[in-house]
C-alpha cells in the first residue's frame, strides 16, 4: 500500500478542506493518506500565521491586500521563503522521517518552497504535488522542485507558465471538494420560491448583514438562506432580527453547518465572498454567484476570474447588490446562460485524474531507484 503524506496549514478551512477531500480519494482507491499540519508540531511560528491571518483579513483587509501584492515581488518573495525554509525544514523533515511517504502533497502556499528546500539539499527525493486552492497562483507556489500542480482552471494554469513553471507540469484538474459537491441532485423538485444563499464563509465576515439589509428592501419575494460559518454573535443577532418573514422575505440563519450541498441545491443563486473552496462548491452546483465583497489578495484575484470566465458578477458596492439581484431574477435566461458556464467550467473537476498522477509519480520515482540501485 502506497503512502501520502499530505501536508496543509489552518489559515482559514480551505487548505484543510482540500486536504480533507483529497485523502478521501486517496484512501478510497488504496492509498495509505496522512494530514498533517508541520506548524503546529511544535513551531514557533503557529500562532503568528493563524492569529495574523484572522487579525488582517477581518479587522485590517486592505493591509492584507497589500501585503499580499508585495510578497508578489520575487526578492520579498524569496526572503520570506528563506526563512520559513530555515523555521519548518528539520520539522517537516522529522515528519518525512515518521510517515516515510512515497509521495508527498501540499495544499498551502506557504509549505510549497519548505518541501521543495528539503528536495533541493538533497534530503529527500520523494515525489511532490503542490495543490493551488485559488484561481490564481501566488509567487509562493513556484518552485522548479515541484513535481507536479493540480489547478482549478485553465486560468490558473496560465498564472503558473506566466511565471515559468513548464506547462507540462500543471494539470487543470480543479480544485479538490467534497464529493457532495460534486454529485447533482437529479430528483430535486422544482420550487416555487426563488431561493438565495447568503455566506459569509468560514469566519462569518460581518459584512453579511448589510448584504442582508440591502436584500430586505428588494422589491421582489423570495427566500434567503444565511450561513455564518463560526460567526455565532452574528447568527444570534440575525436569530433575533429575522425571526418574522420581513417585507416578503423569508429568512433563515445558519451557524457553521455541513448542509452546504443540500442548501447549494434548493438555491437559485449564490452571494458570497470568492474563497477557492466555496465558489468551486458553487461552481460544480452550477449555481451563478454574486460577489458583494472580498478580502484583497487571492479572493480579489479569484473574482477577476470568475467574471471573466461567466459564472459570477462582481459588484463594486453593497448599495449595487439588489440590482445584481434583479438583474438574474427578472432574466431567466441569464440566469440559465451562467449555470450553463458554471457547468462547462465545473467539468474540469477530474478526482480520478488526481489519484492517476499519484500512480504515475509514485510509479516514476520507483523505476528510476530502481535502475540507480541495478
Known sequence: MSKVLIVSI?????????ACCLKNELEDSGYSAHIVEPIKEGCFIDFLL??????????????????????????????IAKFLNVALRNTL????????????????????????????SNRTDIPFIAVVTDYMA??????????????GSKYTKDTLT???????????????????????????????????????????????EKCLAQLIENKHKFRVMVV???????????????????????VIVYGFTTKIPELMDRSDLIITKPGGLTVSEAI??????IIPYYIPGQEEENAEILVRAGVAISIADITELNEAVDKLYE????????????????????PDSIVRLADGLIYEHNSRRHIVHA
Open 331 to 350: 432574466n431567466p435566461a441569464l440566469l440559465e446562460k451562467m449555470r450553463l458556464k458554471a457547468q462547462e467550467f465545473s467539468q474540469e473537476l477530474s
Open 10 to 18: 489552518s489559515t482559514g478551512l480551505g487548505h484543510n478542506q482540500a
Open 284 to 289: 460544480n452546483k452550477n449555481i451563478p454567484i
Open 138 to 151: 501566488h509567487q509562493f507556489y513556484v518552485n522548479k522542485y515541484v513535481d507536479a500542480y493540480i489547478v
Open 50 to 79: 493563524d492569529n495574523g491571518f484572522k487579525i488582517l483579513a477581518r479587522r485590517l483587509p486592505k493591509m492584507y491586500g497589500k501585503l499580499y501584492k508585495i510578497t508578489e515581488r520575487k526578492m520579498v518573495n524569496k526572503g
Open 93 to 120: 523533515m522529522e515528519v518525512i522521517e515518521e510517515h516515510k511517504p512515497d509521495l508527498v502533497i501540499s495544499t498551502h502556499p506557504l509549505l510549497v518552497n519548505a518541501v521543495s528546500f528539503l528536495k533541493a
Open 228 to 250: 455564518c460559518g463560526h460567526n455565532h454573535k452574528l447568527r444570534e443577532e440575525l436569530e433575533e432580527k429575522y425571526s418574522q418573514p420581513v417585507n416578503g422575505k423569508e
Open 162 to 208: 506566466a511565471k515559468g513553471i513548464k506547462e507540462n507540469k500543471i494539470f487543470a484538474f480543479g480544485i479538490p471538494i467534497r464529493r457532495e459537491f460534486r454529485q447533482h441532485n437529479e430528483l430535486k423538485q422544482p420550487h416555487n420560491t426563488f431561493s438565495i444563499l447568503l455566506m459569509a464563509g468560514s469566519m462569518g465576515i460581518p459584512g453579511i
